[in-house]
């Protein structure tokens, strides 16, 4: 073996695994270092959203509930500003309605309401009539870190207490 | 009325700040509605009525409705809500925004002194009407004058008359002008102030008359001009009326050039 050197990885190679055309669907690192994959939002996640919401009209009297947004992946600013008449109810709960029941918030025309919504939750929106509502919805990655901090921060300070009592 | 009549989703859809209802009148019973919420509601300034009748659920009310009239000279501001996810109490329809006339308009209506050999045209009225969808103007202006233009009418049969009915509801002042283009027969001009009546189809039952003018007869290429002022109580008579109705007796069918301005303002 003397004078041969020893056998090594190459730095970089086409990665075909789950290719079903045949074509290499990516690249894989050097494999001869070792490395772990770093915790990353998705872009999805990451991205502003502005958009138009229509309230939806209920139908034959019943009353309609929808889930403007689904809190499932991340921390947001939510700004809704109602451009018509209303009345148009917001709540963190599914039961809004009756619209004018006081269950929810009711917008303001022309008024921006800010809203956060929190990890794991959402913004259910109810109206008795078709609406116009301005929709703005901003992440905030560093909330949700702030918020795993924190919750660190307790465990450890939960660890710390003698077992039996609370924090 | 126009049909199907205007939707009132439709400038929300496309981002407006007002619905217009703008439409002829095809009955007495006419009922619109609006399935949105209003912050306001007003004439609109092209409407011949002066009074609608705007109807919403309240809940204060014994009877679950109320109604309010608006007009060229009252709007009507506040936040009205369309209710369709209720219904109205007495008629178990969904609890929308109704607007209906508030005046009386009879598209059988026979003048006085029809007869035979005779012919009518009526002008179908408009009613214009705003919803606004954010904050309404507290003052409105009043609607735009009216013009009506002609050339011709429809003509009689020989020796009879041609009665033009034109919307007058709320006019204060109006002006009128005839020419009598024809080189052989000559035209009687008569103007009367009609005030409908609920029962009066077919016929004048129940529906008031009155001449407002002296005739003319217009020779050839004889002209007339009349000035209406609603509270003129001296030679002539003022008022508010429902219709103008101007008689063209021993009308031929020849170019009669006609010109009539109708206006809010006194």
Redesign the interface.
Known sequence: MAGKTPSKLPPAVADYRGSKTGQPLGVLGDRSIATAPAPAPTQGDLRSNYY?Y?TK??VS???STEVLYNGDRAWVKLTLTL?????VAVGQQSAI????SGKGILLE??TPMVFTIGKGTRLYIAA?????VKVAIEPLPWLEQIAATLNSLVSSLAALLPSGSTP | MSYPQPLSTTPILQGQTFWRLFTPLAGPGDIYESVVSGLGFAMGPNSDLSEVLVTYLDADQPTGVNSSIISPTRNFVGRVDARNDTTYPSSKRLGRILFSPNEIFDPLYTPQGFTGGDVKQLITPIIDVIQYFTSAPSVVPQRSDREFQFQYFEAPAPAASTFLLIPAYGRKSGFFSFVNQDNTNNVTVTINGVQLSPSGSPGVIGAYEQSLFTAVILNSAGSANFVFNSSNNTADKGGIWDYFCIEFGNYAGNAMPTSITLSDAE
């Open positions: 138009t229509l009209t209920p009297g019943q009353q451009e018509t008449a209303g009345p309605t009756p619209v004018l025309t022309g008795t009539a078709l609406n116009r």
